[in-house]
């Protein structure tokens, strides 16, 4: 029975369902990455997520409109992530309790305009499958990697575009200052409280992006607590990946493999308990990440509200 | 000024509701009051809406919001806040507290007893406690999981069936066993493949089960809880046909919907409503089933079901009902 698990149709199979179930994770975590390296943990991902799910369901729900729904997630996400530098960076409020807040905020909220604008198990047409022209057509790689909907590809891009941005320009070596030292980026004249402010905010709209990712494009359908604690999930995955983009996203992808392998397990017949089967990812996830811990430093200023001295 | 006059008035409300718990012993103030406490929204499509639609039913057969009484807390995942809404609506004297979620069975075990005046209902579960106030329900749901895993293997040109279950218990794991004893039966070599995500509420992970099962050849699905809107949807996306149970989820794929097993829990409601007037708080434990018609298949009119799978259908329902046919699951 298990060699049934190396039929080539099945690890096909696992790749491109692992592939896609990365998705969300990795906007949250890009983002969660961005306002770490700043020095600011956002514990409310999963809110802002919920609130993007939502929004974008909602617009895509009553118009039909796609892009006009990513657009609202975004901008949804934009604003509450504003909100949690607002309190995390200009009141310097203790952040794992601010972001809980915003968790909080943003679950009961969701909930709470579903209900009166919604109040109903509901579908929409979600983003297609949009295979890219000839690399799709590629055998056994086109199917795995080229045949997803537009907000997969996007989330694999934002990967070198994150790394790009903090290792490769300016304006990243003034996060990983403000994240490290914000003293003395301070005394170089970098504004710590604008650049957290950007970090976080960016980390809003991606956070709005991957809740979109789930109501509008994997799922097509909002319901209360739709996430179902997956933005914790990628917070997590910023500490496995050691604050890099490119660990972020080794990370992700064993994490939603593993996921896809137990599915795949139980679905064929091999016999594994179905409550064995479903701890493994986070299992392995966790195991992983005591193993790795002692890898990377995380961010000296993490956490930390910034207060001029003097 | 505005203070004072809320104040009064919510003074008024509760001598008024303190007023109506002292005389709910004795049952005859013209109003039931039932109060019901669920995990998930009243409009889940599934386990909750099942209970919350039977409750509507009875109040407009007993003639409106006056001869009885709906107050409900949905979404009450959290079980503390279950137990303390449970509370809270037994010392505002409902007649009849449901607490609909077997989640729900210590905290009522425990609360019962302080309000013995007081009748208390739980379910899905076979357990009154041996307390003289309160009454259990479940559902047989393997009888129509058994109904509909003998159209789905009637249907099926694949040979595959697929199945997203929840969590590996109560009538979710009877519903999923009832289905593969229907389908094996009707068609010996077919084969079901049984997937459980590890959750009540993960439609990610549920959608993605259905893509799996999908991938792996299955034309039928079937699925249990309220995660499985997420694996509807995948079903509707390519073209597969799905059963539903708990509540008729033809709404939300109209086009491959087959049939839901349906939960009506009137029969079981007005039973425990009729002992409670006639003095007797509990101790009995109810099932639904194809018999008592607590559970109904229906069938979706917008999906051209072939005669002969109706016949057939109708014949199942018809065997489990007389004995003829006995599902070997579970109890």
Redesign the interface.
């Not at chain 1, 139980?266 to 017949?269: D, H, N, P, S, Y």
């Not at chain 2, 493949?193 to 959750?199: A, E, L, R």
């Given at each position: 029975m298990i060699s049934e698990l190396f039929a080539g149709?099945?690890i096909i199979?696992i790749l491109?369902?692992g592939i896609?179930?990365a998705t969300?994770y990795l906007y949250a975590a890009i983002g969660e990455t961005l306002g770490q390296r700043s020095g600011v943990l956002n514990l409310g991902v999963d809110g802002i997520m919920l609130m993007g799910a939502f929004s974008g369901f909602y617009v895509v729900f009553a118009t039909g409109n796609l892009w006009a729904g990513l657009l609202v997630a975004m901008l949804v996400g934009a604003l509450m992530g504003l909100a949690m530098a607002f309190i995390s960076v200009t009141l310097h409020a203790e952040q794992g309790i601010s972001g809980i807040g915003v968790y909080l905020f943003g679950l009961g909220m969701s909930?709470l305009l579903f209900?009166k604008l919604v109040?109903?198990?509901e579908?929409v047409r979600g983003f297609p499958e949009a295979p890219i022209p000839l690399l799709s057509k590629i055998p056994v790689i086109g199917e795995i990697f080229f045949s997803h909907n537009v907000l997969v590809y996007g989330a694999y891009l934002m990967v070198p575009l994150a790394w790009f941005v903090i290792h490769r320009t300016t304006l990243g070596l003034k996060i990983r200052a403000v994240g490290e030292n914000p003293q003395a980026a301070d005394t170089l004249g970098v504004s710590v409280a604008k650049i957290r402010y950007l970090t976080v905010t960016i980390g809003g709209v991606l956070s709005g992006i991957a809740g979109a990712s789930?109501s509008i494009a994997?799922?097509?359908?909002f319901?209360?607590?739709?996430?179902?604690g997956?933005g914790f999930i990628a917070i997590a995955l910023v500490y496995f990946g050691g604050w890099r983009p490119g660990w972020v996203l080794a990370g992700s992808l064993l994490f939603s493999l593993i996921?896809?392998l137990q599915?795949?397990v139980?679905?064929?017949?091999i016999p594994v308990?179905?409550?064995i089967?479903?701890?493994m990812p986070y299992l392995l996830t966790i195991v992983v990440l005591v193993l790795s811990s002692q890898r990377v430093r995380q961010p000296s200023a993490l956490t930390k509200p910034f207060e001029r001295a003097g | 000024m505005k203070n004072k006059i809320i104040f009064l008035f919510l003074l008024v409300f509760a001598l008024a509701l303190a007023a109506c718990g002292g005389s709910t012993g004795g049952g005859d103030t013209g109003t039931f009051r039932v109060a019901v406490v669920m995990p998930?929204?009243i409009?889940?499509?599934a386990f909750s809406q099942s209970m919350y639609d039977a409750l509507i039913k009875i109040q407009t057969e007993m003639g409106g919001a006056e001869k009885f009484e709906i107050a409900y807390s949905d979404?009450m995942?959290v079980v503390e806040d279950a137990a303390a809404a449970i509370r809270d609506y037994a010392t505002q004297g409902y007649n009849l507290i449901i607490a609909h979620g077997s989640q729900y069975g210590a905290s009522l075990q425990e609360i019962a007893p302080d309000f013995p005046e007081t009748s208390f209902a739980w379910g899905t579960a076979g357990d009154t406690f041996g307390l003289p106030n309160v009454f259990s329900y479940e559902a047989l749901s393997q009888q129509g999981g058994y109904v509909n895993g003998v159209v789905a293997a009637a249907l099926s040109q694949s040979g595959t069936l697929?199945v997203v279950?929840p969590?590996?218990v109560g009538d979710a794991k009877l519903y999923v066993d009832g289905f593969i004893a229907g389908a094996k039966a009707q068609n010996a070599s077919i084969q079901v493949?049984?997937?459980?995500?590890?959750?009540f509420?993960?439609?990610?992970?549920a959608?993605?089960?259905a893509?799996?099962?999908a991938?792996?050849g299955a034309d039928v699905m079937t699925g249990s809880a309220?995660?499985v809107?997420?694996a509807?949807?995948v079903a509707?996306e390519r073209g597969i046909l799905w059963f539903g149970t708990q509540s008729n989820q033809a709404s939300?794929?109209p086009s491959i919907v087959v049939a839901s097993q349906v939960y009506d829990w009137t029969v079981v409601v007005n039973d425990i409503i009729a002992k409670i007037k006639s003095g007797t708080l509990g101790g009995e434990a109810y099932a639904l089933s194809l018999e008592n018609a607590g559970l109904l298949i229906e069938f979706n009119s917008d999906y051209n079901v072939p005669a002969d799978v109706k016949d057939l259908a109708e014949k199942t329902i018809q065997g489990i009902k007389d004995g003829s046919i006995t599902v070997n699951v579970g109890g």
């Open positions: 149709s099945v199979g491109t369902s896609r179930l969300p909930d209900q109040n109903n198990v579908t789930l994997l799922l097509n359908v319901q209360q607590n739709l996430t179902n997956l996921n896809s599915v795949w139980q679905v064929k017949g308990p179905s409550d089967a479903v701890m | 998930s929204a409009n889940d499509l979404n995942f697929g279950g969590i590996e493949n049984v997937n459980y995500i590890g959750s509420s993960d439609v990610a992970l959608s993605e089960a893509q799996t099962h991938d792996a309220q995660m809107v997420g509807i949807g509707e939300l794929a």
